[in-house]
């Protein structure tokens, strides 16, 4: 059986994914296919490393050394064509503190902040909770793909937006965003003086026939406007160890966001567990990271094949990255609450609810892919028969 073949136990490990389910769904008898992380191990490297490094058994202060830092420069260099110096970098345990330092180093209370929704929940979360004005820029949803609006971006930038926090790749559509697009984002942002946070956490998990651009890496002007987050969280499943960096060209910028941590107590220092994984990872994980990608697109590909034969009123979101499955399910004609009970209640799958990204998501189901071929076999089987059940009743 092969590597992402296998299906792991992940019951009482300390899982927010499959050990919160009462919490979550109100019930345990559902298949998590939710929150943002995989059923997969980790690369074999990362385990050996981290392995040794508990054999040790002394967990003292620990130094990001040269060795981790080129390890994140070559990363970004080799994977996204981005030549990146180590004086840019920020360690931070999440993308989600870093946005966080982000906004309190650059946007002051009341300050709008320009988001693209349907978007991850927690960037609704930041700006609600530092006080600063949420204001959107939902993305157009055409024959099942998700394009920016252009016009309505730019009429939002000149009411006076003061960062614009980009999602790239895009949680929850899936989009990878072309050249093309993130120039005409990154022009707009410079005219309207827009600082850029560009979340690309999903950077590494992209389909073939797509190529991830770092938007700072388009020219020095565009870098010299932008905070980049990464990590290996995502790509390799890494998140309960908390690794990530931010990438600031701009000197004074840099200054700003380091100032924005040490206020909160970070002094750009991670735990040592999460740094030997990344280091692993990056130097070691690259022909894990390329089966992976062939395993989740084949997995979204089935998806969408399946629910087209079997359960047509679900329509699956063209998808060009990330393992996060985005499903239309209006045709069900079902209020978020009770799409939301439907799939917990008929389907027995524990899905994300599309109406936590935003209004624009209230008829949406998000479908985390990245777990065995017999896993999502199993979901897709009981959201099937759930239509199926459900047509009866209504035809
Ligand atoms: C777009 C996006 N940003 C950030 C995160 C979380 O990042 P972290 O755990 O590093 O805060 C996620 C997790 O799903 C995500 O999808």
Redesign the pocket.
């Known amino acids: 059986m092969s590597f992402f073949e296998e299906v792991h136990d992940r019951k009482q490990t300390k899982s927010v994914k499959w050990d919160m389910l009462q919490m979550r769904f109100q019930s345990d008898d559902v298949i998590p296919m939710w929150?943002?992380?995989m059923d997969f191990k980790a690369p074999e490297a990362v385990n050996q490393a981290l392995i040794k490094r508990a054999e040790h058994g002394i967990y003292g202060y620990t130094v990001i050394d040269e060795d981790v830092t080129s390890a994140v420069t070559d990363w970004v260099k080799n994977r996204h064509g981005w030549d990146i110096q180590s004086e840019w970098l920020n360690y931070?345990?999440?993308?989600?503190?870093?946005?966080h330092m982000a906004l309190q180093a650059f946007t002051e209370p009341g300050d709008k902040i320009m988001i693209q929704t349907p978007?991850?929940t927690?960037?609704y979360n930041i700006i609600n909770v530092l006080e600063r004005e949420i204001v959107k820029n939902p993305l157009i949803h055409q024959d099942d793909y998700y394009t920016i609006d252009f016009e309505d971006m730019e009429n939002k930038l000149a009411s006076g937006v003061k960062a614009f926090i980009l999602?790239s790749p895009?949680?929850p559509v899936g989009r990878v965003w072309t050249e093309k697009e993130l120039r005409k984002m990154a022009e707009l942002c410079l005219q309207y003086d827009a600082m850029i946070f560009s979340?690309e956490?999903?950077a590494d998990l992209v389909f073939q026939g797509h190529k991830h651009l770092p938007i700072a890496s388009l020219s020095t002007e565009i870098a010299d406007k932008t905070i980049t987050?990464m990590?290996p969280?995502?790509t390799f499943n890494l998140?309960g160890l908390?690794a990530?960096y931010a990438i600031t060209p701009n000197k004074e910028n840099k200054e700003k966001l380091t100032n924005a941590f040490l206020r909160q107590g970070f002094n750009n220092s991670l735990n040592g567990m999460a740094v030997t994984a990344m280091e692993a990872a990056y130097r070691h994980g690259e022909s894990w990271l390329g089966e992976l990608l062939e395993v989740i697109q084949g997995h979204t590909e089935y998806i969408k094949e399946m629910f087209a034969a079997h359960a047509p009123e679900l329509k699956v979101t063209k998808s060009e990255g990330?393992y996060?499955v985005w499903v239309d399910c209006s045709e069900l004609n079902m209020d978020k609450e009770e799409l939301n009970r439907f799939m917990i209640d008929k389907g027995r799958v524990g899905l994300n609810p599309g109406q936590d990204y935003g209004i624009e998501g209230d008829t949406f189901m998000r479908i985390n892919v990245a777990c065995p071929r017999a896993t999502i076999e199993e979901g897709v089987k009981r959201i099937i028969h759930a239509v199926e059940i459900w047509r009866e009743a209504n035809n």
């Open positions: 929150v943002a992380d931070s345990p999440g993308v989600i503190n870093t946005l978007v991850y927690p960037f999602c895009h949680n979340d956490i999903h987050c990590a969280s995502k998140a908390q990530s990330t996060l």
